[in-house]
């Protein structure tokens, strides 16, 4: 009975083990991942585009709510009232049409009883001319384009985006590849050396510096794969997708070098959502000035009186042509005038220093450019030094003509060298993206 439970155990803790290595596996099991369909998913999902859309929207409403300067104002209303004053009485009985012989008797009309009203009324009011307001609706217009023109930014913002996540991972992956690479020629020379450590023909600290090598290499390498779960969440926040996908990428991406004869240009989107701001504000002062002018509004007015609760007896209308003008506001209108000229003008100037910002930051990423796209053909030269240097290196070490450190140095000389290839193609293709980006107004 013993023996079978001991069974027993051993086949559930084999099942244990093989679920949680099959748990392990899928939890490291990875998705491949186009940038094309990155961006794709990006751009029509990510929550920074649909806030974008959304104060787009929002203008466009304000634009809307303008049109009240051509449309009519109508409202109904109903009141009920009492009053014994001789003069509201007397008024009732006209507007209800029901004065007689004896309400001029004196006595009557001094010392009246309490009189009932019961009014509907009907309102309508017609905006004819009010300058001011065709202003401020051609201002609410502009707005709509400002925010059409920051929903594009930002469009463009988040494919850039897109592009370094997606061009750090595929970086990710290349370090990870190289340290792999290293571990495993790392991992050879150890058992090299730990077979010539128990011949005698080798000291225990030779054997001890090729662990640390191996236990740094295990260390960068679990960084790495920190680096690349991290890079897949934040791919998926782009996305607007939950996190816990990891993503792999395609082995080579690489962007047109054609795009960096673009030149700086002023039609890029957030440039022309501030100048239309701009345009906004002139419009604005327009209809600050055009205030001073005469507002010219139709209005009309019709009742209905009777002396009982829900009664439609006696009716009459009341309808006329205004003509305002506000002659003088206590230099509140002036003043707004010159507090929009300010904000115009300051506006105006941010839109100088973003203009020159990114002149100097265009001719910075070129620069990063032509850099990392001569550090790439020299860190090629560099990695067939560096192999050759090692693959020396290790025949004599194989033939116990040099020591541990120097065939450990030039390994890891070998793989800082591919190290930094990766990385000057990873800024390459990175300068190339910001430089897109920063030169869309072209497209």
């Given at each position: 009975?013993?023996?079978?439970?001991?069974?027993?155990?051993?086949?559930?803790?084999?099942?244990?083990?093989?679920?949680?290595?099959?748990?392990?596996?899928?939890?490291?099991?990875?998705?491949?991942?186009?940038?094309?369909?990155?961006?794709?998913?990006?751009?029509?999902?990510?929550?920074?585009?649909?806030?974008?859309?959304?104060?787009?929207?929002?203008?466009?409403?304000?634009?809307?709510?303008?049109?009240?300067?051509?449309?009519?104002?109508?409202?109904?209303?109903?009141?009920?009232?009492?009053?014994?004053?001789?003069?509201?009485?007397?008024?009732?009985?006209?507007?209800?049409?029901?004065?007689?012989?004896?309400?001029?008797?004196?006595?009557?009309?001094?010392?009246?009883?309490?009189?009932?009203?019961?009014?509907?009324?009907?309102?309508?009011?017609?905006?004819?001319?009010?300058?001011?307001?065709?202003?401020?609706?051609?201002?609410?217009?502009?707005?709509?384009?400002?925010?059409?023109?920051?929903?594009?930014?930002?469009?463009?913002?988040?494919?850039?985006?897109?592009?370094?996540?997606?061009?750090?991972?595929?970086?990710?992956?290349?370090?990870?590849?190289?340290?792999?690479?290293?571990?495993?020629?790392?991992?050879a020379i150890y058992k090299f050396t730990n077979d010539r450590y128990k011949q005698g023909l080798l000291q225990k600290s030779d054997l001890l510096n090729v662990e640390v090598q191996v236990k740094t290499i295990e260390t960068n390498l679990a960084d790495i794969k920190s680096n690349i779960r991290n890079t897949s969440d934040y791919i998926n926040q782009l996305m607007n997708k939950p996190t816990g996908v990891v993503y792999s990428t395609e082995t080579a991406i690489s962007f047109n070098d054609r795009s960096v004869i673009d030149t700086f240009s002023t039609n890029r989107a957030d440039f022309k959502a501030m100048e239309t701001a701009i345009a906004s504000y002139d419009l604005m002062i327009k209809s600050s000035k055009m205030s001073y002018l005469p507002k010219v509004n139709a209005f009309a007015n019709y009742q209905l009186h009777d002396n009982a609760m829900l009664g439609f007896g006696s009716g009459a209308y009341l309808a006329g042509i205004q003509l305002s003008w506000d002659i003088f506001k206590g230099n509140a209108t002036k003043t707004r005038i010159a507090t929009q000229k300010l904000e115009r003008n300051k506006m105006e100037e941010d839109l100088n220093k973003l203009k020159e910002e990114s002149r100097v930051e265009l001719n910075k990423t070129y620069r990063q450019y032509m850099d990392a796209d001569f550090k790439i053909k020299q860190q090629q030269a560099s990695i067939d030094y560096a192999k050759e240097a090692f693959r020396i290196l290790q025949n004599r070490y194989l033939q116990g003509l040099v020591n541990t450190t120097d065939v450990l140095s030039a390994q890891t000389q070998l793989s800082q060298q591919k190290l930094a290839w990766s990385q000057a193609v990873f800024s390459k293709n990175i300068s190339l993206a910001y430089y897109r980006f920063l030169t869309s107004g072209n497209k």
């Open positions: 009975m013993i023996k079978s439970y001991t069974r027993f155990f051993q086949i559930l803790s084999l099942v244990l083990l093989i679920t949680v290595a099959q748990q392990s596996d899928a939890q490291d099991s990875t998705m491949l991942l186009r940038l094309n369909d990155l961006i794709a998913q990006a751009t029509s999902n990510n929550q920074n585009i649909r806030l974008a859309k959304m104060d787009e929207q929002i203008a466009a409403s304000n634009y809307k709510q303008t049109q009240a300067i051509f449309l009519p104002q109508a409202g109904l209303s109903y009141s009920a009232l009492t009053s014994n004053n001789p003069l509201n009485v007397f008024g009732f009985k006209l507007q209800q049409k029901s004065v007689s012989q004896q309400d001029f008797d004196p006595a009557l009309l001094n010392n009246p009883s309490g009189k009932p009203d019961f009014i509907t009324q009907l309102n309508v009011q017609q905006p004819i001319l009010n300058m001011d307001m065709l202003y401020m609706r051609k201002s609410a217009l502009k707005q709509t384009e400002v925010y059409q023109f920051k929903t594009q930014r930002t469009r463009e913002q988040i494919i850039y985006q897109s592009q370094q996540a997606y061009l750090q991972l595929q970086f990710a992956y290349e370090a990870q590849q190289v340290l792999q690479e290293a571990l495993e020629t790392t991992k």
